[in-house]
């Protein structure tokens, strides 16, 4: 189902979920910012969902409404994430879906890491 990320949080999405416990996760990685773990559906060798522990709905609202220390410890988390699974060298992708033209499915901001693999084209062709 698409996602609007012009409507408030809701606490009851799987993340939020996954954050508190009560649906259990591979974890990679956590801190006072972020949590990472592994997705459950990978679409590529090495496939990670790193989340915000805060309330936002997309990048938009997390842009708009973290406070700076939130937004640098979740970036930082992101990157730190990439380097411990080895990924800079070879290359990797992140990727932020956004609203229902984007192809968000969860309404919690989290960045797709891939790698581990060529990825091809970032969209398809038209």
């Given at each position: 189902m698409p996602i609007d990320p012009t409507q408030p949080y809701d606490d009851s999405n799987i993340f939020a979920k996954i954050l508190?416990?009560?649906?259990?996760?591979?974890?990679?990685?956590?801190?006072?910012?972020?949590?990472?773990?592994?997705?459950?559906?990978?679409?590529?060798?090495?496939?990670?969902?790193?989340?915000?522990?805060?309330?936002y709905?997309?990048?938009?609202?997390?842009?708009?409404?973290?406070?700076?220390?939130?937004?640098?410890?979740?970036?930082?988390?992101?990157?730190?994430?990439?380097?411990?699974?080895?990924?800079?060298?070879p290359g990797y992708r992140m990727m932020a879906n956004i609203g229902a033209h984007g192809g968000q499915e969860v309404p919690h901001l989290h960045v797709h890491i891939f790698g581990g693999q060529p990825l091809g084209p970032m969209i398809l062709r038209r």
């Amino acid at each position: 189902m698409p996602i609007d990320p012009t409507q408030p949080y809701d606490d009851s999405n799987i993340f939020a979920k996954i954050l508190r416990g009560e649906i259990p996760s591979t974890k990679v990685y956590e801190d006072e910012w972020a949590y990472a773990f592994e997705d459950i559906n990978p679409q590529a060798e090495v496939h990670m969902l790193v989340i915000p522990k805060g309330r936002y709905v997309s990048w938009d609202d997390f842009s708009k409404h973290a406070p700076a220390e939130e937004i640098a410890g979740f970036i930082r988390a992101v990157g730190t994430v990439a380097r411990d699974k080895g990924l800079v060298e070879p290359g990797y992708r992140m990727m932020a879906n956004i609203g229902a033209h984007g192809g968000q499915e969860v309404p919690h901001l989290h960045v797709h890491i891939f790698g581990g693999q060529p990825l091809g084209p970032m969209i398809l062709r038209r």
